[in-house]
């Protein structure tokens, strides 16, 4: 079946830095890359959709100047966290849908971000 | 919109007792409904999912949910609990073409 590769899985950085969480599907095309953090709470919320060669559409209440997001090409999707803080510490979990179907089946491994 | 509730953050249950998490929907349309696994320090795994069809879906290691439109639920069970089955379990669900959507999350313990 699919597969969806993210890295790092586990991040540690001081705060003010920026820290960068790549996604690729690995045998498959994804046009369509969806950004996901999971709250203490444990809730997963959707913060947006990476599609490839134009611009990410960010869900209401997610800063796009803080969480940049590049789909450069058919099988990578990157989310830069800039100038982290530690409310940024969350666990990021990317997913692609395989090509003809919206079931976003398939999910990276997630990265845990830890911002001292 | 649609939107999920899972019934209790955190169930524990003996090894060998049945599990039920449950889950409940809203959704203008058809949904497609799904339920993940995720143990701890990993990604989401796919239980099992519902799009159309047969209502009572069998997944990976022997859970199986029953999607009752009269009830807009979608309830997860397994007859009889390993403790291995101790995770995170989220229900989510799709409408349309729009993104998933998922619930808060229910924290199994499994006590020998």
């Known amino acids: 079946g699919a597969v969806v590769s993210q890295h790092p899985s586990r991040v540690i950085c001081k705060s003010g830095t920026s820290v960068k969480i790549e996604c690729r599907s690995l045998?498959?095309?994804?046009?369509?890359m969806f950004w996901y953090r999971q709250f203490p709470k444990k809730s997963l919320m959707l913060m947006a959709t990476s599609n490839e060669g134009s611009k990410a559409t960010y869900e209401q209440g997610v800063e796009k100047d803080k969480f940049l997001i590049n789909h450069a090409s058919l099988t990578l999707s990157t989310l830069t966290v800039t100038s982290a803080h530690p409310e940024d510490s969350s666990f990021y979990i990317c997913?692609?849908?395989?090509?003809?179907?919206?079931?976003?089946?398939?999910f990276g491994s997630g990265t845990q971000l830890s911002v001292l | 919109a649609q939107s999920v509730t899972q019934l209790g953050s955190h169930v524990s249950v003996s090894e060998g007792a049945l599990v039920l998490l449950r889950c409940n929907y809203s959704s203008s349309v058809p949904p497609y409904l799904f339920w993940y696994v995720q143990y701890p320090n990993q990604g989401l795994q796919l239980l099992l999912k519902y799009t159309t069809g047969a209502t009572l879906v069998k997944g990976i290691n022997g859970f199986e949910a029953e999607f009752k439109k009269s009830e807009t639920s979608f309830h997860l069970t397994k007859p009889s609990a390993h403790m291995s089955d101790a995770a995170e379990y989220f229900c989510?669900?799709?409408?349309?073409?729009?993104?998933?959507?998922f619930g808060k999350g229910t924290r199994l313990s499994v006590i020998a």
């Open positions: 989510a669900v799709i409408s349309g073409n729009t993104p998933l959507v």
């Open positions: 045998d498959f095309q994804a046009t369509t």
């Open positions: 997913s692609a849908p395989p090509p003809g179907t919206n079931e976003k089946l398939f």
